[in-house]
């Protein structure tokens, strides 16, 4: 069966693996360690204007993340944190680094089942090492062409990425978890998209849905049932 | 004329630009910062380990750094480090990130004489979006086929690298100031190496020259000379 897409592009973050719950965590930890100083509240505020401070500066992961948590630890007590809560932030970082590669339900199978009939792609932003590190663990390398670790996933990025491998965005499909990174900047190319919402979404990620009837705009609850929208997508008309 | 070589490979920090005199630096009012708890030395010895020990979680880079300059000022302060001390190592890892790309001399000519004939590769590791940003400062960017940022630099890497790029392993040359990184994992895949040693070396890239009469083996004093050099490898014999 001839196919509508060249390529398939998955991200990996909350699409193949969990990875948002690993962060929720270490934000509860971090917010008991400052609970003597200020509400859990007004800690998860600070510490996402940290992050969105600091985003220039650092990019994404797991690393940006440690260094904006231990700012926001210095800056809510007035500089009075002990060391070894300093210590015991960075000893969180490294926790989320090791910590094991959980697939989503369906993930490992889908992927399988679709690297028999397209090429895939997986695309993802972060710590270098650390996502290769989660490629390797996950076992799912073995099913993609071609792992690209990208510092942000914009509309021009997507464009130069598909140009290197030469597929035409309208040939192209994306799956993943963020509208602001999945989605809006594939559809904006003129390729598609399938949104696959994960349970929990950091609010940088976070955006509005595309308008009703977006062409190439596709919503799942889950990766399970992306091979039928796929044969229903290419059934010819 | 025709080339013993189908691309050109440089490696970047400390080959094209300024780097590890910014780590240097930085090391210096780190130790400055420590100056009432250790000596230099031992505080110089103490940031290797945690370096070193650290390594395999969170790779080579700024952020790398400035997490074990923040362990190693917990550690050796016995957790009396103050807050402000700590917020000041932050900020040091963001001048680092924000410094100005500073080329060393002969880069941009070489680079620019160079590119007319040859594919160049700009081969470097680091975190992805510093790595992305000096190369935008570098004004260099221009003359590259593809830049790759790769999480270490080792034989099956480059091996790897040069497979996708369908490039012989024998008609590949790199450029370096890194024996470890840049030389020796190349030499050992049968490519050729130019050794162009920087006038600082972090202890972590330094390692022993190659033997003596080692095919494929080129040190220069500096980047200026390439041209010639690579003028005399592909003169008809």
Known sequence: MSSRFDAIGFDADDTLWHTERLYVEVQTRFKALLAQYHSPDWIEARLYEAEMRNLPHFGYGIKAFALSLIETAVELTEGRVAGRDVQA?????KGMLAAEVELLEHAAATVALLAEHYPLL?????????????????GLAEHFRQIEIVSDKSAPGYAALLRRHGIAP?????????????????????????????AL??????????????????????LGRLPALLDEIDRPA
Do not use: C
């Open 122 to 138: 997986l695309i993802t932003k972060g710590d270098l090492r650390d996502q290769e590190q989660k490629i390797a663990r996950s």
């Open 170 to 198: 309208e040939r192209f499909l994306m799956v993943g978890n963020s509208l602001r990174s999945d989605i809006l900047p594939v559809l904006a190319l003129g390729a598609s998209a399938v949104y696959v919402p994960y």
């Open 201 to 222: 979404t950091w609010l940088h990620e976070a955006a509005d849905p595309p308008p009703a009837g977006q062409p190439g705009f596709y919503e799942l609850e889950h």
């Open 89 to 93: 932030i960075v000893d969180l970082a």
